[in-house]
């Protein structure tokens, strides 16, 4: 029985990780080829074709504006994916200095920039995060740069404790006889066991920030019409729900696919790299 559940679990776990990177390699081509796949500019206007039914010209019909929903969506999915893209690499090349240096060196140096984090970390990051959108004003680099002074806390937190378990390997021990510098060391050794933990945390919070981001454009303190991204489109469109619910609809099934695409692949992944280690 036990065997049987094993073999159901790693046959799930498969599943996961085929299917989640089947969803984000389809929304990644998208995303690339958008100038190829779209049929129209995304920011043409034609009040004359204004809510436009589905048809072979405009797959998903056109918006408030006679623009091409469709392509609108496809474009979308650039912002979506660069916008998450650099605020990912924007907190992770904050985080991983910062955790490892503090879980390797420790001292003053660690009490410091852990006594900040912790500051951060004590307040609602989305509180902390609208309050500081909200002063910088609305924009797309504006909603960046306030994620990234939020979050980056508990990553670099996350990394530091990662670092302390790390460094106590004999290995590491061996290293330090060997006289390896501490730049080596910190590279070589800890830095390159940590890429698993840190691809599956960069595939499962990817799919955060992209809902984050989104959100926050929803509310006006992210992107700014007319850019065709995924949270802005469903603001735009968000007065005609009741008679023209599709207009919200693509932009958010496009959301919820790309978002359970990481979810299924890094759950999935950190399942396969849980099992490999242990066994």
Known sequence: MKTKTIH????LEKFGIF?????IIIIIILAIFAPFISPHDPFEINVQNKMAAASSEYPFGTDNLGRCIFSRVLYGARY???YAGILLSIMLAISIPL???CGYIGGK???????IADAVMAFPSTIVALAVAGLLGPSAQ????ALSCVWWASYTRLIRGMTLEIKEKEFILAAKGSGCSTIKILLRYILKNMLSPLCVLAALEIGIIILSIAGFS???LGAQPPTPEWGVMMNDYKDYIQLYPQLMLYPGLFIAITVMGFSLFGSGLKSFLKRRDSA
Do not use: T
């Open 80 to 82: 979506s994916l660069a």
């Open 99 to 101: 955790g490892l240096l």
């Open 109 to 115: 140096f660690d009490l410091i920039i852990m006594g």
């Open 142 to 145: 504006n909603l960046i740069i």
């Open 19 to 23: 299917f989640g990177l089947s969803l």
């Open 218 to 220: 929803f509310i006006g």
């Open 8 to 11: 159901i679990s790693q046959k």
